[in-house]
């Protein structure tokens, strides 16, 4: 196991790029461009003639969700990232009773157009929730930074980002999602029962981990402000600034092979960020989401 991980995330990065860039682009030049102003209608009002759920009922027009554990944060997320999961979803690779239907009845251009609606959205509010104990806070900035390597865990910073505020656009922002939805993703990769990232390296880094430990990585990235700045590079603010938000490309880039730790020489002890109060687990369990799953 402890070889394996690392092994994985290393084919994982050289294997995604042209993989994804065949079949998951959206369509390259300024005529293929997503629509912000089309994605915004879909997450207001859905889409008509389909009468499915507009996304507002659930994530909010700012992309908030909320702390339960079942409506994730949207903002802040690369619009390939979402794009990528809408397509997950509707394939099957991410079953979920509320989503795969929703993804399905959206074309592909609707699909790019509400990704680039909700990844344009900057300084959306983050939700209080309780206070979680340092040691706690400490043990999951830890495994963040610098993984656990005698259980053959890396870095959680490798893919996603010094305090997992974003590395390659093909993985996603942790800072400011919600402990709950985040451990239970965790614990549903651990489980066999979420496909969706690259080489299944997902379900070998949470098989390696114990509860206790995944709970304390989860609450660590709700302990940080929602964020996100991929590769220490910031994204032009706005739709007006930034009308593709696909980092000012008309299609994402193909992400580079990069080595297993990128912008960890940023993260030092403690792992806590300055001034912040860790946030907690907000008002449903993970085991409840689970249990409501099966």
Known sequence: MTRAIPLALGIAALAVAPVLSQSQNPPAGPAGAPDIIRGREIA?????????????????????????????????????????????????????????????????????????????????????????????????????????PEQGVPPCAGCHGANGRGGQMIYPSLAGQYAPYTELQLRLWKEGRRDGDPMNVMELISKAMTDEQIRAVSLYFASIEPGFNPQGEQRPAGPSQNPQVWQGQPTPPPPKATSPTPGLQNVKPPYLPEGQAGPGMGNASTDDQINRLR
């Open 44 to 148: 207001i009002g859905g889409v008509r003639d389909r009468q499915n759920v507009p996304c507002i009922q659930c994530h909010g027009l700012e992309g908030v969700g909320n702390s339960s554990g079942v409506f994730p944060r949207l903002a802040p997320q690369s619009g390939w990232y979402l794009y990528k999961t809408l397509q997950d979803y509707a394939s099957g690779l991410r079953p979920n009773e509320i989503m795969s239907p929703i993804a399905r009845s959206l074309s592909d251009q609707n699909m790019q157009a509400v990704a680039a609606y909700y990844a344009s959205i900057r300084n959306a509010p983050a939700l209080p929730q309780a206070e979680v104990d340092v040691r706690t806070l400490q043990t999951g900035g830890a495994i963040s930074a610098v993984g656990i």
